[in-house]
């Protein structure tokens, strides 16, 4: 995914027809501090020049981040509530009360609520007859600490005494009183930011780097990590306690699930050492393959696809378990990362394809209606696009608003119709510079009517908004995102690491850059530009929308290949013996046990 920053806009006259202005190459700016230090430690020039690019001279830590290592990690006690919360989880085990796992339906939900079960079932020793799993239905039940989910919970024949929420319940206050109300204490462990007010006062504790009162200094981590975090010092206790022997497993092993949570919730992976590091171990662990979950995903994908890379969690893992909590119930995603034999992980796993395979073709529905839609914000160049789709799909919102920054090079929400009536949901996806959640404080404040509630963080943003509002709305949110942008203009563009010498052009150079793995969110999978020359060029796959290119650079040939380049139908944007510019990054390919590289391509035009 190419990241997407401020420069200057196309323009529409208003007498021509509106045309969206084109992505832009645009060289990565570098810190040239960082690149001495990385050279100090021995790095490449290349190396240090991707480094440069993508950590500030605040990154004292440099080492910690060229590799990775659990000495990173940083004890939960420093977390604000985590003794609290690790003795009520403790006094609960020791005292045989039922406890409630309620998490986000999304995958870092669904990690964290896997670590939460498999923490008290295997390591604590409570009987699965007294754990509840309560996860939420997307549509039916809404995000978080729902009025549903409550109600649920109040009407079990066992309720239990104790909750314990993740990846959720920061701005949940109203619905937690109820739960106290009903003589049920909740634990909050999330990530997401916390509303003005404050935490939620009704909690029995809060743990959560992002409250203002937390000292934690790594606020980045994912819910799933605080999770793992509040359980490890349970364990800790435990111990202490007596209650459990010394000999007990740490939760070490659990950091598989926690590297697939944090990447699959694109949290910092550039100036963040211990989630480098959680990721980095994970996936040694992953790529042990002792568990079903991921020999199956394995086998789905095929040997090629070994071993795992964040890459392999990101963009093949994460999505098909996001997908089924979309559009359906989320426990068979939950049930797939449980399973204990490879039948039935096999069995979940096909409806979570299956799920996929849907999800792509609403999507792919909803983002052409959207981006139809969105001209009209576009002509007049609203540094926010808002789109309200009738018949669209809430689970596939925050997908299509990607899809729209992707293209326009600005914050999206996108709108669909909520269950109850004269309500809407929408989510938003955002671009550096622009911090959504912020942005949806400024509309409380004006507005305090117009949502239901609201949630996220700077890059993703959730809200559920009464349908009279939106006038109001869009008119707040564009002043909102105006006013953090101060004056910056927008249009798409591909940051690059510049240009490569063509005999660099080889499987030496993934070599060199997969050595400064894990990449993703804030520490991107490099990106060049070339001039080729086009020897080949012919569109691909079922609908005939990927162009497959063989190129040449001074006398060697590379192939390439550049996915969605064209809509359904519509003809190869370039032809043999034409010179293009291209960004792209290098990738390996493997095929029939033999490995080779290709260029997957982010962008093309014809070179002038």
């Known amino acids: 995914m190419s990241e997407l920053l401020s420069v200057a806009p196309g323009q529409s006259d208003g007498k021509t027809p509106f045309v969206a202005p084109t992505p832009q190459c645009v060289p990565r700016p570098r810190h040239p501090v ?122 079990l024949p066992s309720r239990p005494g104790l909750v314990i929420s993740a990846d959720c319940g920061s701005s949940d206050e109203d619905r937690i009183a109820l739960l106290k109300a009903g003589g049920i204490d909740v634990i909050v462990t999330d990530h997401h930011a916390v509303p003005v007010e404050g935490p939620p006062t009704s909690a029995y504790a809060v743990v959560n780097p992002s409250r203002l009162d937390c000292d934690y200094p790594d606020t980045t981590i994912a819910g799933c990590m605080v999770s793992w975090l509040v359980m490890s010092h349970a364990r800790g206790l435990l111990v202490e306690m007596g209650v459990l022997p010394a000999s007990t497993p740490k939760l070490s092993a659990w950091l598989s699930y926690v590297a697939l949570g944090t990447v699959a919730d694109c949290v910092c992976l550039g100036d963040s050492a211990i989630n480098r590091a959680v990721v980095t171990y994970g996936l040694k662990l992953i790529n042990r393959m002792d568990a079903a979950c991921w020999r199956t995903m394995a086998e789905m994908l095929g040997k090629e696809s070994l071993p795992f890379t964040a890459e392999t969690l990101g963009f093949q893992m994460g999505p098909r378990i996001n997908a089924r909590s979309r559009l359906d119930d989320p426990y068979a995603a939950l049930h797939f990362m449980l399973a204990e034999t490879d039948a039935v992980a096999r069995s979940k796993l096909d409806i979570l394809d299956q799920d996929n395979q849907s999800r792509k073709a609403i999507e792919a529905e909803m983002t052409e209606d959207a981006k139809r839609l969105a001209l009209s914000a576009l002509k007049r160049d609203a540094p926010v696009i808002v789109v309200y789709l009738p018949q669209g799909h809430a689970g596939v919102q925050g997908i299509v608003a990607s899809r729209l920054v992707q293209a326009y090079g600005r914050p999206c929400f996108i709108l669909t119709p909520a269950v109850a009536e004269g309500q809407l949901s929408g989510s938003g996806r955002s671009i550096p510079g622009v911090h959504l959640r912020d942005a949806l404080e400024y509309v409380h404040q004006r507005v305090p009517d117009a949502m239901e509630r609201f949630g996220g963080h700077s890059g993703a943003a959730g809200l559920t908004l009464h349908q009279v509002w939106v006038d109001a709305f869009i008119q707040n949110i564009e002043a909102a995102v105006a006013e953090q942008l101060k004056g910056k203009a927008l249009r798409p563009i591909i940051l690059t690491d510049g240009e490569l010498p063509v005999s660099s052009l080889d499987l030496n150079l993934l070599d060199e850059l997969d050595a400064l793995a894990p990449y993703g969110r804030e520490f991107e999978p490099p990106v060049f530009h070339n001039t080729f020359e086009v020897v080949n060029a012919r569109l691909v796959g079922n609908e005939q929308t990927h162009l497959m290119l063989e190129l040449a650079m001074e006398g060697r040939h590379v192939r390439g290949i550049w996915f969605r380049a064209v809509a359904a139908g519509e003809s190869a944007p370039v032809s043999a013996g034409d010179h293009v510019l291209c960004a792209y990054k290098p990738a390996r390919n493997r095929f029939r046990g033999r490995e080779s590289l290709q260029l997957l391509i982010e962008y093309a035009e014809i070179a002038h």
């Open 34 to 155: 960082i690149e001495e230090k990385a050279r100090a430690l021995g790095l490449t020039p290349l190396q240090s020049r991707i480094l440069a690019g993508r950590l500030d001279e605040s990154s004292d830590a440099l080492e910690a981040l060229v590799h990775p290592s659990l000495t990173s990690l940083i004890a939960p006690s420093r977390l604000k509530d985590a003794q609290r919360a690790a003795e009520r989880i403790a006094d609960a085990v020791a005292s045989g009360e039922t406890i409630g796992i309620l998490t986000d339906y999304d995958v870092d939900g669904i990690t964290s609520h896997v670590v939460i079960l498999r923490t008290l079932v295997e390591l604590f020793g409570v009987p699965k007859s007294r754990i509840h799993s309560l996860i939420g239905h997307r549509i039916n039940d809404g995000y978080g600490i729902s009025r549903p989910l409550v109600e649920r919970i109040l009407s």
